[in-house]
């Protein structure tokens, strides 16, 4: 059958609506973009990449933006975190000593800003409140250690400039550009070492794990390399970003802390330790650390990852040598376990949607893949994504969200 012009202009034009009806809903059942990190890519300069998936509010679907993956801007990313308007996404690049900047379009796309170098040598974990931006590094800066001679690791404090002072720079730079490392005056430099008071010269404290809960108070966990003991650093935060150690500090824990977190509110610190197989919870009070009184609590083997829900209800562990995901309940900050859900090959990390707070994902190491699932807001179990786990590029090592729709760039 053959139709003349105006029909031919008719059915074109309801066709382009329809699609033009279908791309608007794909877009607004777009609820968050997440982004991992992966330590290896193909190409000569072997830098790392970064995947980017869309994640559906119906069905959880984590599906790669078109453009997916961008470089890192350096080589084994192994860390990440978003700025506080969400417009940023700072990716850690452990064997450049490199922090880099990635404006977040509002399509998801990365758009590399500026790179800066972190104070000591190897980072390995960031966290990020209010306007400061908190890096651990594995090593102190040079010419104090090296890898050959390695000693005690270090934290590094970067200002989040606002748009007004990223402005006022020569030459101007974007909104949430990392400015000069705050200064530690006690030793005139720009990083707090994380030393083991009374320990041998020998004795290096091997950082693993850094959190800042929203009370104001920076935790960072790790291993004495001699003893294989484990402990915690505590340091309240100054306004200019400078750091205070907690009278008290640091506290033995376990013998290989791994994960660290706390929950929205400040009140509870949680620990995971990946040799004894357990969490150690505590209570947060004014900074110092009390035990709660059913910690610690068991996981499964090799517990590497851990993030609790926005309510403060739910904990879930990522257990890297089980390749899965341990779910728990919270009550009065003791954890109560509910069930464990099969992941992809060894999960390194894990985070949970800033939006609705209703799905949980997992970046696979060995299984180059992300797993994602929907949490069950009532009883705390996990379903299995549509079509999950979703592949990534090789060795992912970081997962971080932005809320689709969110203060854009």
């Known amino acids: 059958m053959k139709f003349n012009k105006p029909i031919q202009l008719l059915a074109i034009s309801a066709a382009s609506l329809l699609a033009a009806s279908f791309l608007s809903a794909c877009s607004t059942l777009t609820v968050d973009f997440v982004y991992v990190t992966s330590a290896k890519a193909a190409g000569p300069n072997n830098y790392g990449e970064v995947n980017v998936f869309e994640i559906n509010s119906e069905s959880g679907r984590m599906r790669q933006i078109v453009t997916s993956p961008f470089p890192s801007g350096g080589r084994n990313p192994v860390a990440e975190a978003v700025s506080p308007d969400e417009a940023d996404l700072y990716v850690v690049n452990r064997d450049d000593n490199s922090i880099v900047q990635f404006a977040i379009g509002s399509d998801g796309k990365l758009y590399p800003q500026n790179t800066v170098n972190t104070p000591g040598i190897f980072p390995l974990a960031v966290s990020v409140a209010g306007n400061f931006l908190y890096v651990l590094d594995t090593y102190q800066p040079l010419p104090t250690c090296n890898p050959a001679s390695p000693c005690s690791g270090s934290i590094g404090v970067f200002p989040i400039l606002s748009t007004a002072q990223a402005a006022a720079l020569t030459p101007p730079q974007p909104a949430d550009t990392l400015g000069t490392p705050v200064v530690n005056t006690s030793i005139s430099a720009s990083y707090w070492p994380?030393?083991?008071?009374?320990?041998?010269?020998?004795?290096?404290?091997?950082?693993?794990?850094?959190?800042?809960?929203?009370?104001?108070?920076?935790?960072?966990?790790?291993?004495?390399?001699?003893?294989?003991?484990?402990?915690?650093?505590?340091?309240?935060?100054?306004?200019?970003?400078?750091?205070?150690?907690?009278?008290?500090?640091?506290?033995?824990?376990?013998?290989?802390?791994?994960?660290?977190?706390?929950?929205?509110?400040?009140?509870?610190?949680?620990?995971?330790?990946?040799?004894?197989?357990?969490?150690?919870?505590?209570?947060?009070?004014?900074?110092?650390?009390?035990?709660?009184?059913?910690?610690?609590?068991?996981?499964?083997?090799?517990?590497?990852?851990?993030?609790?829900?926005?309510?403060?209800?739910?904990?879930?562990?990522?257990?890297?040598?089980?390749?899965?995901?341990?779910?728990?309940?919270?009550?009065?900050?003791?954890?109560?376990?509910?069930?464990?859900?099969?992941?992809?090959?060894?999960?390194?990390?894990?985070?949970?949607?800033?939006?609705?707070?209703?799905?949980?994902?997992?970046?696979?190491?060995?299984?180059?893949?992300?797993?994602?699932?929907?949490?069950?807001?009532?009883?705390?179990?996990?379903?299995?994504?549509?079509?999950?786990?979703?592949?990534?590029?090789?060795?992912?090592?970081?997962?971080?969200?932005?809320?689709?729709?969110?203060?854009?760039?």
């Open 194 to 409: 994380l030393l083991l008071s009374g320990a041998a010269a020998s004795d290096v404290f091997v950082p693993t794990a850094i959190t800042v809960a929203s009370s104001g108070s920076v935790y960072a966990a790790g291993y004495d390399s001699t003893t294989n003991l484990g402990y915690v650093f505590g340091f309240t935060t100054g306004s200019d970003g400078t750091l205070t150690a907690i009278p008290g500090f640091p506290v033995a824990i376990g013998t290989r802390p791994s994960a660290i977190a706390s929950d929205a509110t400040g009140s509870y610190l949680y620990i995971t330790d990946s040799t004894q197989n357990v969490i150690y919870g505590f209570q947060i009070n004014g900074g110092a650390l009390t035990a709660l009184t059913g910690s610690p609590f068991a996981t499964g083997a090799q517990p590497g990852a851990i993030v609790l829900d926005a309510t403060g209800k739910y904990a879930m562990v990522a257990n890297t040598q089980d390749s899965n995901i341990s779910v728990y309940s919270v009550s009065a900050g003791n954890l109560s376990r509910l069930g464990t859900y099969t992941t992809g090959t060894q999960p390194v990390a894990i985070g949970i949607d800033p939006s609705l707070n209703q799905y949980v994902y997992t970046a696979n190491f060995l299984g180059n893949n992300v797993s994602g699932f929907q949490l069950n807001a009532t009883d705390g179990s996990l379903l299995n994504s549509q079509f999950s786990p979703s592949t990534a590029s090789a060795n992912p090592t970081a997962v971080a969200a932005v809320t689709h729709g969110g203060t854009k760039k």
